[in-house]
């Protein structure tokens, strides 16, 4: 059938609600073409449905369950929910299919569908294309009989069964007493479960981001705006500051001068934990072509190997599970945790971080920086008409570039995933040469977007 996929990006269906691709028409397609796709065995087969806090997830959330009661699929409602709840919801019920509306990290004005199957990982491009098909198909003949449509229910104790997992991460026998922490749910998924966690473990928990209203969903909060969370740890003197971003399934993490750090010092101190405690599977760690030299270089001192992949969270999840490892990240602060999660989860990646304070009985601000990064600088050039990279005059100013950096280098090109926009990406350890060759191949992009 191909791999064809339209509607389908890095992480599902995403755009502007009320409009295609999130309209009502699509979502009710989607949730009729997944079913069928998924219907299987003499069972009553079951998705499970979650949501972050956008005013526009009601209306998505509706279209979602008549399109899978017509397909014959009874619906479990969980509400809002982080995204790796909804993950281990459908492995826990044993439910065919797992479904997330949620446009994580985008303004309200956004929403978006992620799909886990039965073993609560996210569907593989192949899976997607079939969907994709069948919603262009005459789908009617294979809908349900009268006596065969979905139902569909609430369940009711979905919050309290994801909290108590979460707290089964946490090392036993330790707590959080003694601890202030400032938790920034971002006004989204996980404004009720994360700062009950930190609370029933133990800690002090200052609530920031935690009153949803279905449009202050990431506004000015959460893990890509992190200055409130910075400012209300010093306010409050606090030991540690979380920011997770709109489903929870990415973090940042503040110390107690308010300084931030990114998803590579995180991933860099779980690696150096769990390698010290034997947790470590296979002395390697998968991150991706974003992430910092400086981590490569950290872990490689601590003889723990570094596997890059492209960027999203679900080719991470695919090179783990292909060389069997347990641990893996990006920069952005997705962190995949194996042995308790399939994807991403900001609460579990900060429990683990929380168990590093807590064993070491040292400030924050003396823990949480395990490398020095190297200089790196990230610029966008947007362009018009066929891809610029595949230019001549492109190419040569990027071999041209990388002959600069050399060895102890690195220079990244790649297309936006959702923009006409080329990402063009340096590092080394002389700051003013990444500039250069940063504004040097950007020059060289723009010269050929403006001619297209």
């Known amino acids: 059938m191909g791999t064809t996929r339209k509607l389908f990006g890095t992480d599902g269906i995403r755009g502007t609600a009320n409009s295609e691709p999130m309209t009502v028409e699509i979502a009710q397609r989607l949730g009729q073409a997944a079913g069928l796709r998924f219907r299987r065995g003499a ?15 009601y209306m998505i959330e509706c279209a979602l369950v008549s399109g899978f009661l017509s397909a014959g699929i009874d619906v479990t409602l969980v509400g809002p929910m982080p995204t790796p709840a909804i993950a281990q919801l459908t492995r826990s019920l044993r439910a065919d299919l797992g479904v997330m509306i949620s446009a994580s990290h985008n303004p309200f004005e956004d929403n978006g569908i992620k ?12 899976t997607e ?22 139902r569909a229910s609430r369940l009711n104790d979905a919050a309290g069964r994801y909290v108590e997992s979460a707290k089964a991460t946490f090392p036993r026998g330790r707590r959080l007493d003694g601890l202030r922490i400032v938790v920034d749910c ?25 009153n949803p209203n279905g449009l202050n969903i990431n506004h000015q909060c959460g893990s890509t705006h992190p200055r409130a ?55 390697g760690v998968v991150a991706t072509v974003m992430s910092n030299m400086g981590l490569e270089r950290f872990l490689a001192a601590q003889d723990i190997r570094l596997e890059r992949t492209a960027v999203g969270d679900r080719y991470v999840v695919e090179r783990m599970r292909e060389l069997g490892l347990n641990l ?64 001549p005059a492109v190419i040569d100013a990027k071999r041209q570039a990388e002959a600069e950096l050399g060895a102890g280098g690195r220079l990244l090109l790649r297309e936006s995933g959702t923009e006409p926009l080329v990402r063009v990406m340096a590092e080394a350890e002389d700051e003013a040469l990444v500039a250069r060759v940063v504004d040097g191949v950007c020059d060289a992009i723009r010269r050929v977007a403006v001619a297209a």
Request: proline content about 4%.
């Open 229 to 283: 969370l910075s400012a209300a740890v010093l306010e409050h003197r606090a030991d540690l500051g979380i920011a997770l971003d709109g489903d929870a399934d990415r973090l940042l993490v503040c110390d107690e001068l308010g300084q931030t750090v990114d998803g590579d010092q995180i991933l860099g101190l779980i690696a150096r934990s769990w390698k010290a405690s034997g947790r470590l599977r296979n002395d």
């Open 115 to 126: 799909l886990f199957g039965p073993d609560g990982f996210k569907l593989s491009d192949e």
């Open 328 to 391: 893996g990240g990006e920069q952005s602060g997705h962190m995949v945790l194996s042995d308790f999660a399939t994807t991403g989860d900001g609460l579990l990646a900060a429990l683990q971080v929380l168990a590093v304070l807590v064993e070491q009985g040292r400030p924050a601000s003396e823990v949480l920086t395990v490398f020095k990064p190297f200089p790196q600088l990230l610029k966008n050039v947007r362009f018009a008409g066929p891809s610029p990279l595949k230019d």
């Open 129 to 150: 294309a079939e969907i994709e098909a069948l919603m262009g198909s005459d789908l009617s003949r294979n809908l349900a009989a009268p006596d065969m449509i979905g």
């Open 43 to 57: 069972h009553r087969n079951r998705v499970v449905l979650g949501k972050d806090t956008r005013l526009s997830g």
């Open 186 to 210: 971002a006004n989204g998924a996980a404004y009720r479960v994360a700062p009950t966690a930190l609370w029933e473990l133990g800690a002090e928990v200052v609530r920031l981001g935690c």
